[in-house]
C-alpha cells in the first residue's frame, strides 16, 4: 500500500470512526438520562433531586412562556 493510501485509510479510521463513536456514546449517554429523568418524573414519591429542581424548572418555563408572549405581533 502507498503512503497516500494509507493515509486516507488511517484518516477514515480514525476520524470518522471516532468520531462516529463518541457521538454515538454522547448519545447513549443523553439519551440513558432523559429516560431517568421521565421515569423520575413518573413516580409517585419523588425523589430529593426532583423536588429540588422542580421550582427552577417552573420558573424557567415561565420566563420562557413570557418572553414568547411578549414577542407574539399585536401583543402591546
Do not use: T
Amino acid at each position: 500500500m502507498n503512503l497516500y493510501l494509507s493515509g486516507i485509510v488511517g484518516f477514515f479510521f480514525g476520524f470518522f470512526l471516532g468520531a462516529g463513536c463518541a457521538l454515538a456514546l454522547m448519545y447513549a449517554i443523553y439519551s440513558g438520562g432523559y429516560r431517568r429523568a421521565v421515569a423520575d418524573s413518573l413516580r409517585e414519591e419523588k425523589s430529593d433531586l426532583y423536588r429540588r429542581w422542580l421550582p427552577h424548572a417552573r420558573k424557567q418555563l415561565e420566563k420562557e412562556r413570557l418572553k414568547a408572549a411578549g414577542s407574539v405581533p399585536g401583543s402591546h
